[in-house]
């Protein structure tokens, strides 16, 4: 059964720093493209960052670009989203999913999703 576990959420003060993990099973995360998305309430789910599976080479949203880092660490099938100087604005709930294919921000190119993790950003 393939599943997708993201934890690492919380409450951070604004300039804070929170790592996120999206642990996989079921499945190998080496020949899989992984995405984070986010989505606050009233939006639509963002794609934010993106590693691919072929090169890792990394892709970001202009919004969170030199804040957010994406990594994974296949020996233990984990995707990994560094959170850096965190704003009010990146308050949301984030998703992370897969996908065979290349990196995409459209949420319906993906197959798989996690459940979600929150991250709320305030002082």
């Known amino acids: 059964q393939v599943q997708l576990v993201e934890s690492g959420g919380g409450l951070v003060q604004p300039g804070g720093s929170l790592r996120l993990s999206c642990a996989a099973s079921?499945?190998?995360?080496?020949?899989?493209?992984i995405a984070w998305f986010r989505q606050a309430p009233g939006t639509e789910r963002a794609g934010i960052s993106c590693?691919?599976?072929?090169?890792?080479?990394?892709h970001y949203a202009d919004s969170v670009k030199g804040r957010f880092t994406i990594s994974r660490d296949n020996a233990k099938n984990t995707v990994y989203l560094q959170m850096n100087s965190l704003k009010p604005e990146d308050t949301a709930v984030y998703y992370c999913a897969t996908a065979v294919g290349p990196c995409s921000s459209g949420a319906a190119e993906y197959d798989y999703w996690g459940q979600g993790t929150q991250v709320t950003v305030s002082s």
């Open positions: 590693i691919s599976s072929t090169d890792g080479s990394t």
């Open positions: 079921g499945f190998t995360l080496d020949y899989y493209v």
